[in-house]
């Protein structure tokens, strides 16, 4: 057992110092361990010193090449995810661990959003464009498709009236332009964006439907009759 190290790692945790690197033997882990430990007991042990946390955050800079961060907003919620970091990064943690520990998980990235546009389709009118005054949307139904016209900016569009989870029916909130789902609760805004789940993931935006506005009214491109 190298005691020696041990006696200087344990005299540098108490001064709130970073204790030096020593090779350690096999024996030295559990006394360094609980030495760690008790040090992070005490009160205020597991919060990092200014000078330990500004040196961290100059060394992850350095890493992730980005530039050190202005004194503030930035550097006070730094310190605060390196609070739980700073005890292990005192007994010798590596900086993998730390970029670990600081940086914040990568949002997966959004559903594409799709436009269900059949082939050899034909326009069928679903109201009069008088009918459909701004923020105005209209269920149809033509049995192959349904669906739900909007106008927004002046701009009509279509959004399909199934569930991307389930395949459930939305039944439209008019007051609030939403669309909600009776099998479990997800909404969606008009234009087919998920306003709120309680799912494991988030389910894809409602797919787009073909609209235009022809000869005062407002038409959709389904598929034939028959299909």
Not at 28 to 55: K, M
Request: with cysteine; glycine share 12%.
């Amino acid at each position: 057992m190298s005691t020696r190290g041990v006696r200087r790692f344990v005299k540098d945790l108490l001064r709130r110092r970073r204790p030096r690197p020593f090779a350690a033997g096999p024996g030295d882990e559990a006394e360094l361990r609980t030495a760690v430990l008790l040090r992070a007991a005490r009160p205020g042990g597991a919060a990092p010193g200014e000078e330990f946390v500004a040196g961290l955050h100059r060394r992850l800079a350095q890493e992730l090449g980005e530039p050190a961060p202005a004194r503030g907003g930035n550097r006070r919620r730094f310190i605060q995810v390196s609070s739980a970091a700073a005890v292990a990064a005192a007994a010798g943690a590596g900086t993998e661990y730390l970029v670990t520990s600081a940086a914040e998980p990568a949002a997966a990235p959004p559903p594409p959003e799709e436009t269900l546009q059949p082939e050899n389709g034909e326009w069928r009118a679903v109201v009069a464009a008088h009918d459909l005054p701004e923020g105005g949307v209209l269920p149809f139904d033509f049995g192959a498709v349904a669906g739900f016209v909007h106008r927004t900016g002046g701009q009509v569009r279509g959004v399909s009236a199934t569930c991307t989870h389930l395949g459930c029916r939305l039944n439209l909130d008019a007051p609030a332009r939403r669309l909600n789902c009776p099998c479990h609760r997800t909404s969606f805004a008009v234009d087919g964006v998920v306003l709120t789940h309680q799912l494991p993931v988030t389910p894809p935006p409602l797919p787009h439907l073909v609209v235009r506005e022809a000869g005062g009214v407002v038409e959709v491109l389904v598929p034939p009759a028959g299909a």
